[in-house]
């Protein structure tokens, strides 16, 4: 179905299984990719050798064309889901293809495949080739692999973690959550694990190889109490070695889960209108993500369709903030060796100081640019062709303690946890959905809240930004979802606290 | 049909019971697919492929579990589908998943849903080319000199699905599908460039739209939105916009699945047969309608579809259950999931309704938002125009409603009568009373 509008979102709702087609549970593991760890896996696999690639990329470049790339992937995912106390469906998904990506200035042409021969390979690279209409241009003689840092090393593969393993995780949590409180009357736990590995090789004489470890550990928690219900959810995760998912974990998840439930029961209606707001630090970050993150993509920028296209160099916000994206930090969910095109993770400084400084830029916009690509040109699935996107979006820490931060705002709404959010590029106006918060009266926390949009504009929102807490905190989730263009991809985020002096609270009382 | 899919689905039926399995359910799709958008008068993007994908639901020893791969080369199939057994095995047992009884199978209409285009076959590149370059047109020449950018994409497919149980069932369904879409960026005061759209969905290229009128709305609804502000917090009469229906609906919707009520997730568990909302309100899931984009002759279970009325005068009359779940809550299955989803229309325009309410917010455009299932607490953003005496005086953005959907619902007071008929949620625009739309 056509993606209706170039409107992004996010969602990172603990705990709740979207999983219409979902997938395997491989116990055992896959012998044959342990011996998978030295460079060469599509090779030995799949037979995918140098000569073969540059048939295919010459193939792609037969009517011209700036470079031509193709992307290798192979992914397992399993998930196991705990509901009524038993672990009683696990769903498991194989996906296998290669993408092969022609451009020329900002066109692209692209086709793919599933089968890996070489006769669907130049079949899915002639209709890359269409976007171009020039004469044939040659892929290099020569690929050399790209050495990068590994921010996910594993002690040992996800697909070679057994069923049996995994298991009590969620049996665990089940228990744990139950234990916790005689109000809980439902729990759903699920863990999923998914390992991706991608080959990339473009016709410059790139090439390069990665394994993506993906894994959360998630409940979510229906309590009841004189009749009336409450749900609330939490996960952990992100590019973890299986060994992270211990006691600690599901104590920590159940916890939260189990807490945030019984909270609500005392939720009030918080009031409509412009108001201040503080947000607490770490998940609340779905702010930064959706209020400034989408609109410094260089493809918005590129196309002049963000509010952001013409503020480089420019004050965007006080002098205390900076606003990095960074692909390098271990085992974030949005951490990655390298991007989808073959560029190092790096850490991406966008605003400093208060300052823009740099757009999100993948190949194709840093040409535009006439700049180094930031390694953010990301795309969810062979099927996908790349754009520029976020990895983890992150506020740096200021000064400010989080008492001084909400004493700041006197009076307000205080945001504890988000579930999703939105924006509208071009006007640059956002919303996101918070799930639970306080009130601030006196410049203290009182009654909690829940179930309320929150909305604003981005850069208006950046330049209210008056105080930034000392705390920051990196949100350890393994289920944020950034959607764009109709692709989704994992992402992570992290901001101190911080005070908003104003945003619209869609309350119910005027 | 196509006999290389038959023929893989009843070798995975069969290499699923050789491999230990009791029952299983195979379902094969195949999907071709095009998509062309075109930037600045050329093409931006061209994309094209094949695809097929192999479900496998595994019944064994009373286990139960969901395979899917795209990787169909035998020998990795074997290698999967043994490995997949072997672990279902290591779940916890549930006597009550298991494939349907059989006898919901029976009965499935004989009609033809014209669901295929006869005319798909001859779409020849150039026509789709020529399709995309006259809605990017359209667009451009009603922006005028406010454009700042305008994309204009055509996406179009054929699909097959092949399904198949170990009990008895087989279906398979085809179809084609074409839809355009075209978005505008438009020039505004200060930063602010505002994006509108356009978009439609068909089964048949012959009952879409014609691509100029499509480009001219896309530069309509984006000039629309030129000068937007919120205004003072307000109670005031607002009319969901067809097209934007389904979203603010979806939050009623979600408490209507048999795994959100034995979950104990949904606040309607209670409510069958009780008013849920205004008279105004009925919703039908039709599977039957002639090229319908959700029509159907079975569901997901294999279960004959059904047309059923699911809220009737504001009577919640039944829930989407599907065969699972129908056996943990001991009620009898419907269908796991809507078909056509049909509000049926009522006498008046939306021009005359709102010549009626005197001043009012007709809602274009949601902005997150979300609703919990188990209360029924919704609050999303809203974008639109505020209306006066009939005509727009503002076009507000930023805005927010909240409420309850229990409530929500009841202050539905009337039904316009312009189905959206480009989507399976063929629902018109809405008409509430009372609904407080915060702003400044």
């Known amino acids: 179905m056509t993606e209706m509008t170039r409107r992004s979102f996010l969602k990172t709702t603990a705990g709740v299984a979207a999983m219409g087609a979902a997938v395997p549970i491989l116990s055992g593991g896959w012998p044959q990719l342990l011996a998978a760890e030295k460079p060469g896996y599509f090779e030995r696999e799949f037979g995918i050798s140098d000569a073969l690639c540059r048939k295919v990329l010459a193939a792609a470049l037969a009517r011209g064309g700036d470079f031509a790339d193709l992307y290798f992937e192979h992914t397992i995912g399993n998930w196991i889901i705990l509901e009524d106390g038993q672990v009683n469906r696990a769903f498991s998904d194989v996906a296998l293809g290669v993408g092969i990506r022609t451009v020329k200035g900002d066109q692209v042409g692209y086709g793919f495949t599933q089968e890996l021969s070489e006769k669907s390979m130049l079949n899915a690279a002639a209709i890359a080739a269409t976007i171009a209409s020039g004469v044939r241009t040659k892929p290099a003689g020569k690929f050399s692999w790209l050495e990068t840092k590994n921010y996910y090393p594993l002690e040992k593969l996800l697909t070679a973690v057994a069923l049996e393993a995994k298991l009590p995780l969620v049996q665990k949590l089940n228990e744990k959550c139950f234990a916790l409180s005689p109000l809980v009357v439902k729990v759903t736990a699920n863990f999923h694990d998914q390992q991706k590995r991608i080959l990339v090789v473009d016709s410059q004489g790139g090439k390069a190889e990665d394994l993506q470890p993906r894994d959360y550990l998630t409940a979510l928690v229906v309590a009841e109490k004189d009749g009336r219900r409450e749900q609330a959810g939490w996960n952990l995760g992100g590019r973890r070695d299986f060994s992270y998912f211990n006691q600690n974990a599901i104590d920590e998840i159940a916890a939260k889960a189990v807490h945030d439930a019984l909270l609500l029961f005392d939720a009030v209606q918080p009031p409509a209108g412009e108001m201040p707001v503080v947000f607490a630090p770490g998940v609340t970050a779905i702010l930064l993500h959706e209020a400034i993150g989408h609109g410094m993509e260089a493809d918005f920028n590129r196309k002049k369709t963000s509010t952001y296209c013409t503020m480089i160099g420019k004050k965007v916000a006080e002098p205390f903030i900076t606003i990095i994206d960074d692909g390098t930090i271990p085992n974030l969910l949005g951490s990655i060796n390298f991007d989808d095109e073959g560029t190092p993770g790096q850490r991406t400084v966008l605003v400093e100081n208060g300052i823009l400084k740099s757009y999100m830029h993948d190949k194709i916009s840093a040409r535009f640019y006439k700049l180094k690509p930031t390694g953010n040109g990301r795309r969810e699935s062979y099927q996908h062709y790349v754009q520029p996107r976020m990895r983890n979006t992150i506020m740096l820490a200021g000064a400010a303690s989080a008492e001084d931060i909400i004493r700041g705002a006197q009076k307000g709404i205080y945001v504890q946890n988000v579930s999703n959010g939105q924006v509208n590029i071009g006007e640059g106006d956002f919303a996101f959905y918070v799930s639970q918060g306080r009130m601030i009266e006196n410049g203290k926390l009182t009654a909690t809240i829940k179930d309320i949009n929150i909305m604003g504009n981005g850069p208006k929102m950046l330049q209210d930004i008056t105080m930034v807490g000392n705390d920051l905190e990196l949100h350890q989730g393994g289920t944020g979802a950034c959607g764009k263009g109709g692709q989704s991809v994992p992402v992570g985020f992290g901001q101190p606290s911080c005070l908003v002096k104003s945003l619209t609270v869609g309350g119910v009382k005027s | ?440």
């Open chain 2, 1 to 440: 049909m196509n006999k290389e899919m038959q023929d893989l689905v009843a070798w995975v039926i069969k290499a699923t019971k050789s491999a230990g399995a009791d029952h299983c359910k195979v379902n094969l799709d195949s999907n071709r697919s095009v998509e062309i958008s075109y930037r600045d008068r050329r093409p931006e993007n061209i994309k094209e492929a094949s695809t097929k994908a192999l479900n496998i639901e595994i019944y064994a020893n009373g286990r139960f579990s969901l395979q899917s791969t795209s990787d169909l080369r035998k020998g990795a199939l074997q290698d999967f589908i043994a490995n997949a057994v072997a672990a279902t095995k290591l779940l916890a047992e549930d006597p009550l998943r298991t494939l349907p009884d059989p006898t919901y199978y029976e009965g499935r209409a004989e009609v033809d849903l014209e669901l295929v285009d006869p005319a798909y076959k001859s779409f020849s590149p150039e026509a789709r080319h020529e399709m995309v370059k006259s809605l990017e047109k359209a667009c451009l020449r009603q922006g005028g000199d406010k454009v700042v950018s305008v994309t204009a994409q055509e996406q179009d497919g054929a699909q097959e699905s092949l399904q198949m149980t170990s009990n008895g069932f087989f279906g398979y369904a085809q179809g084609t599908t074409y839809s355009v879409f075209a978005e505008m960026t438009a020039k505004d005061e200060g930063d602010r460039r505002p994006n509108g759209y356009s978009y439609a969905v068909a089964v048949a290229r012959k009952d879409l739209p014609g691509t100029e009128a499509i480009g001219i709305e896309a530069a309509q609804r984006t000039l629309a939105m030129l000068g937007a502000k919120k205004i003072k917090t307000e109670t005031l009469p607002v009319i969901v916009e067809n097209q934007n229906v389904g979203r603010i609906f979806g939050g009623l919707m979600a408490a209507m699945f048999g795994r959100s009520i034995q979950q104990k997730r949904s606040f309607l568990a209670d409510k069958k047969g009780q008013p849920v909302a205004s008279k105004h309100l009925t919703l039908i899931d039709d599977p039957f309608i002639k090229g319908g984009l959700g029509s159907r002759l079975f569901d997901g279970d294999g279960f004959s579809a059904k047309k059923r009325t699911m809220i009737e005068a504001g009577i919640l009359k039944e829930f989407f259950i599907d065969w699972y779940y129908s056996r943990k809550l001991g009620v009898e299955p419907t269908s796991g999931s809507a078909a056509n989803l049909v509000i049926p229309p009522g006498p008046r325009s939306v021009k005359e309704i709102m010549k009626d309410l005197g001043r009012g917010i007709l809602i274009t455009g949601f902005i997150g938002g979300n609703s919990n299932p188990t209360t029924g607490d919704t609050s999303i953003g809203i974008s639109g125009q505020l209306f006066a005496k009939g005509e727009p005086v503002q076009a507000v953005a930023e805005m927010n409603i909240a409420d309850n959907h229990l409530k929500f619902w009841n202050k539905l007071i009337e039904v316009a009568n312009d189905p959206f008929l480009y989507s399976s949620r063929r629902f018109p625009s809405l008409v509430f009373e009372n609904i407080v739309v915060s702003g400044l």
